[in-house]
Nanobody
Framework: QVQLVESGGGLVQAGASVRLSCAAS????????MGWFRQVPGEERKFVAA?????????YYADSVKGRFTISRDNAKNTVYLQMNSLKPEDTAVYYC???????????????????WGQGTQVTVSS
């Protein structure tokens, strides 16, 4: 059973940077496409970024975070990161890490494509 544990969230001011981490256990990490999603109360979980399985350089981003957020993975440490720069109040959300055996780029952005989820970590950006 794959387990994902996020860390690194907190309260920051607009313009600040935060790095989220997601540590995986219980599976072969490199075979999973890893994604970050975020959710605010009353809304659906939304795609933020993904890094493709068997790759550490093939990445996808939501338009709202492109140029500000960077996803990366360290297969030796079974960890995926989300570096968030130039944070805005609208980035406030619970951030979730997810893992799935996904190959199709069209599937990376859908939460239904992922089989395993972390518990989430809150990021609050004050104005």
């Amino acid at each position: 059973q794959v387990q994902l544990v996020e860390s690194g969230g907190g309260l920051v001011q607009a313009g600040a940077s935060v790095r989220l981490s997601c540590a995986a256990s219980g599976g072969t990490f490199a075979r999973f496409t890893m994604g970050w999603f975020r959710q605010v109360p009353g809304e659906e979980r939304k795609f933020v970024a993904a890094v493709v399985r068997w790759s550490d350089s093939l990445t996808y981003y939501a338009d709202s975070v492109k140029g500000r957020f960077t996803i990366s993975r360290d297969n030796a440490k079974n960890t995926v990161y989300l570096q968030m720069n130039s944070l805005k109040p609208e980035d406030t959300a619970v951030y979730y890490c997810a893992a799935g055996g996904i190959n199709e780029p069209l599937s990376f952005r859908s939460s239904r494509s992922y089989d395993h989820w972390g518990q989430g970590t809150q990021v609050t950006v004050s104005s």
